[in-house]
T-cell receptor, first 114, second 113 residues
Framework: SQKIEQNSEALNIQEGKTATLTCNYTNYSPAYLQWYRQDPGRGPVFLLLIRENEKEKRKERLKVTFDTTLKQSLFHITASQPADSATYLCALDEDTGANSKLTFGKGITLSVRP | KAGVTQTPRYLIKTRGQQVTLSCSPISGHRSVSWYQQTPGQGLQFLFEYFSETQRNKGNFPGRFSGRQFSNSRSEMNVSTLELGDSALYLC????????????FGPGTRLTVL
C-alpha cells in the first residue's frame, strides 16, 4: 500500500543547531516533492519544491534533498531559531500533467529551545 | 494581495445536519482545492476545481461535494454529518491546475456533536 512516513512525530533541538526532518515514501513515484510549514490554528505555508531530477534545493537557511532511489527527502534548517518551531509537512505530487493532487505526510513537530 | 479567505472560521453542528463552507482564493488564482485535516489521518485531499469544473477527487464519500463559481470562489458541502467529520477543512488556491504551489487559507474548524 502507499505510505508517507515522517520519521517522528516530534523533534526537539537546541537553538543554533541544524534540524533534519525526514520524509520516506513507499509505492509512490512523485514527480515533485514539496515541504510546507504549519503553525497551530493556521493553514500550511509553502516552503520549497524539488523535482524528481533535482538532488538538492536551497532557500536561505533551508535545504531539501530528494533521493528517488532511497525514496526519501531530507529537510534541513540550519542555525535553527525558536521561531522555526512549527509542524513541517512533506507532500508528494505524482502528476506530471495538468492535474495536481498533493498527498501529505502527517508532519513532524519541531521545537527549538532557546 | 489578500490571501485565501475561508468562512466561517468555526462551526458547530449536530449529527445528521449539513454544512456549507466557503473559500475565496487569492485574486487571479483559478484553481481551488479542498483538504480535510484530522489528528489521526493528517491532511487529506478532497477535490480540486478549475473553471467551475471538478478536475480531481480524493477518496471521500459522496456526502462531500463542492462547486466553484465563475469568480473562482468555491464552496464545499457535507451532508448528513457524522461525528468523524469533525476536522479542520482547508482550502488552497493556485494559479491554475498544474501549478504546483498551493496557498492555503486558515481553515474552518468543524465540530460535529
Amino acid at each position: 500500500s502507499q505510505k508517507i512516513e515522517q520519521n517522528s512525530e516530534a523533534l526537539n533541538i537546541q537553538e543554533g543547531k541544524t534540524a533534519t526532518l525526514t520524509c520516506n515514501y513507499t509505492n509512490y513515484s512523485p514527480a515533485y516533492l514539496q515541504w510546507y510549514r504549519q503553525d497551530p490554528g493556521r493553514g500550511p505555508v509553502f516552503l520549497l519544491l524539488i523535482r524528481e531530477n533535482e538532488k538538492e534545493k536551497r532557500k536561505e537557511r533551508l535545504k531539501v534533498t530528494f533521493d528517488t532511489t532511497l525514496k526519501q527527502s531530507l529537510f534541513h534548517i540550519t542555525a535553527s531559531q525558536p521561531a522555526d518551531s512549527a509542524t513541517y509537512l512533506c507532500a508528494l505530487d505524482e502528476d506530471t500533467g495538468a492535474n495536481s493532487k498533493l498527498t501529505f505526510g502527517k508532519g513532524i513537530t519541531l521545537s527549538v529551545r532557546p | 494581495k489578500a490571501g485565501v479567505t475561508q468562512t466561517p472560521r468555526y462551526l458547530i453542528k449536530t449529527r445528521g445536519q449539513q454544512v456549507t463552507l466557503s473559500c475565496s482564493p487569492i485574486s487571479g488564482h483559478r484553481s481551488v482545492s479542498w483538504y480535510q485535516q484530522t489528528p489521526g489521518q493528517g491532511l487529506q485531499f478532497l477535490f480540486e476545481y478549475f473553471s467551475e469544473t471538478q478536475r480531481n477527487k480524493g477518496n471521500f464519500p459522496g456526502r462531500f461535494s463542492g462547486r466553484q463559481f465563475s469568480n473562482s470562489r468555491s464552496e464545499m458541502n457535507v451532508s448528513t454529518l457524522e461525528l468523524g467529520d469533525s476536522a479542520l477543512y482547508l482550502c488552497a488556491s493556485s494559479l491554475a491546475v498544474g501549478a504546483r504551489t498551493q496557498y492555503f487559507g486558515p481553515g474552518t474548524r468543524l465540530t460535529v456533536l
